[in-house]
Every structure is written in C-alpha cells, then in structure tokens.
C-alpha cells in the first residue's frame, strides 16, 4: 500500500510512511463539550473514521486517541449561568457527542482522555518549557503561565502566518505578557469562575490553556512522536500551531502528519456555535434522514472539499444511499449476504491518493450496475461478485448497510423485533386482501404504513419493506 496523503505542514501530497512498521498512531482534536455537537463536527469524526478504517483493511494496527476538552471558558460561563457545576454540563454534552457517534458507525477510539484527567501531565510539559527558558510565569506573581513565542524562531510553519505580520490587539493585549503573541500554558484560578474548576499547581491553583491539552495527552498516549495528527481546518491557526511550537520546544518531535479536514459551512459562514448557525443529528433525525444517510453526506465529499449545506443536497444524499442498499438488500436476498472479500484495483487507488472518497464512490457505483445486470440476467455468480465487492468498499466507507451496528444504531436492538414483526402482520393482512381482491383494503394498509414512516416494495420474492421515504 502506498498512501498519499496531503499534509499540511509541507502543503503538498507526500506518501505515508509510519514510524513503526505495521502500526499507526493517530491523534484527532475532539471536541470541546460546551454544548451539543453539531453535523459539522460529526464530519469530523467520520472524515477520520474513514481513514482510519482504511489503514485498519491496509493491514494497520492504528491506534486511535480523540481527545475530549471538559474544562474551558465557555463551558465555565455556562457553568456560572446555569449555577451548576462546570463537569455537568461537560458530561451531558459528552453523553449526546457519545450517542451520536454511535449512531453514525463511527469507530470507538482506543482511547477517549479528557483534559481535566490529565493534569500532572500537563505540569510535566510547562515545568519542561520553563526550564528551557521557552516559557514563564507572569512577572506580576498571579500564576499564570505563558509560553515565549519569539523564542521558538519557526512559529508561524504550519499556517503560513509571519509572526512579523501579527498585529497586537486594539488594547494591547494582557499586560503580564511580554509579547502579545505569547500565549496562556497555565491560567490562574479567578473569582468569577466556578472554585471547584481548578487544580494546584507548582504555579498556584488555576486550569490548563488549551493548547497544552492536546500536546500532553498526545505524548501520554502515543509517545514524543507519532504518525498523523488531525482536526479541522479551522484548528490549523492558533491551535495546531500552538500546539507545534510548545511540543517542538519542549524536545518533542510530535506528528509526522498534519491532516485537516474541510469546514461544513451553512450558508456563507462555517457551522459553528458561536455563531449559531448550527444543524444537529436530532434535527436531521426530525427530517426524516436515517443515521446512515448522513454518514453518506458528511463521509463521501473529500475531506478537504467545503460541504455547503442545503436540504435539498442532504435529501439527494439520502437518495443515492437508499438506491446502494437496495441493491446490497437484492443482491443479498438472491445469494445471500456473503462475505466481503479485498476491495477492486480501482477503489483502492482512489483511496490511497489522499483518501478520494469521491472517486472511491463512482467505483462503488459502477459495481452496483454491474451487480444490477447480472441480477436482471440472473447470473448468481456475477451477483455475488459484486455484492461481495460493494460490501467491501462500503465497509471502508462505514456505510456497509449489513453491517450490524446500523440495526443497533436505527431501531436498537430490543425494538427492532417488534416492529419488524408488526409490519409483517400489516403485511400478511395486505397479502389477504389481496388475495380476496379487496384493492382498497389492500391500498389502505399500505399508506397506513406509509403515513407510518415504512415503505412497502413489491418483489418476486415477496413484499420488502423499510423506513423512510421511497424513491
């Protein structure tokens, strides 16, 4: 395997090449919990759930840390608005984060940490950049931390920004610092915010920045270098930057690869919670989008192509993917649902140049037609060569519609049964009238189950039925 992927620390498609023979590390930046997720964060999570599974069918061991930030200012603001305590709210977030990636059949990662359990390393770090006179605590004895960026002559690499072009801020900028651009490792604990937000430290009690987050519990989890690090677009200035210069000063080698992902935009400006221009999983839910068809929308575009959103755009993902799993469901019922074998020649050269999904995608479509052929001609061999290789190339995309997960994620499993068993009694009732040419009886069961939210497809094999519109 020889995957190319496009890194933004050289701004150019290099190969991929691990730092350990067989074995992968990947760091994405997760989420910070202040509110619920939104679709352009679950983007996100399924860009790299993408990449991940892909190195995982290379034959990769991957170790996958996505990281969780339980502890910033906004989630304190909340926390002194609310009167409830700062982790509360953090845990609620985290709870519906949880619950949607569960539902998008994105992978667990091998490791979730948060930010408030990783204090001590985080003193580790900012103990080391002190020592070597890449940091110091403000002059005015508050406890702050920050860390000296003119001592670390390559700031500015990654994004391209010139620290010589940075301006200062309109009032100067905080005065304990010694150059605006520096900024906080350790922020002291301050009357406003809520007592138990804060932790001691060699420095008197206070919170990490959130730069410092990321740089310790990577290194706690994946050690002073590791393969690919991830995140957003949005992340590259300051926070990626950041994080470079405090890891780079203190020793650390830290990612071979920054990868970054394209923003989810609504309308002119990206999605985002400050702006509160946002679409969440519940929302999408209340259209009538299945889990699986999102999944598609945020998963098949490049990662780096921007996603403007539209319902009309989401819809006509929809479509598309309800036109696969008919196949996949036709296909499976004719020869039964096989097994995924190695994904074409075609597909996998798609993903291995910088993970082009789009391309990967007219693979996928162009062995359901061959699939959709043989099943008119009857050909069961052909059937089953296709299904075979469509189940493989959907398991890659995370969008294999036997896979079991998405029973789990789209009925849950004490439900499904039921349902199941309640639309085959509609059925068998549609079936008698039928049988006794009892049209409008038989027509009426029908729109009952689709006023319902299930659709009924007619088949040699017998009625097919499933949730949500029909195209």
Known sequence: MTLRLHDTATRSVREFIPLTPGQVGIYLCGLTVQSVPHIGHLRSAVNYDVLRRWLINAGFEVTFIRNVTDVDDKILDKAVAQKRPFWS??????????????????????????????????HELITALIEGEHAYPAESGTGDVYFDVPSYPEYGALSGQHPGDMRPPPDGGEKDKRDFRDFALWKAAKPSEPTGATWPSPWGRGRPGWHIE???????????????????????FPHHENEIAQSRAAGLPF?????????LNLGEAKMSKSLGNVIDAAAVTAMGIRPIELRYYLGTPHYRSRIDYSDEALREAATTMRRIEGFVQRAAEVVGPGHPMDVPPAFANAMNDDLNTSAALAVVHDTIREGNTALSARDETGVRAALTAV???????GLDPLDPAWGDAEHGNDLKPVVDALVRLALEQRAQARGRKDWAAADAVRDQLKNAGVQVEDTPAGPRWSVGEQH
């Not at 091998?110 to 390393?121: D, Q, R």
């Not at 990321?214 to 690090?229: K, N, P």
């Not at 990612?255 to 923003?263: E, G, K, P, Q, T």
């Open 214 to 236: 990321c740089s310790a519990m990577a290194r706690r989890y994946l050690g002073d270098e590791f393969d690919i690090h991830g995140g957003g677009l949005d992340l590259t």
């Open 89 to 122: 709210i953090a845990y609620a977030n985290k709870l519906v984060l949880d619950a949607d990636y569960r539902s998008l059949n994105v992978l667990p990662p091998t490791y979730e940490p948060l930010a408030t359990a990783h204090i001590p390393e985080m």
């Open 255 to 263: 990612a071979r690869y920054w990868v970054h992902h394209a923003l």
């Open 391 to 397: 189940r493989a190339m959907l398991g890659v995309l």
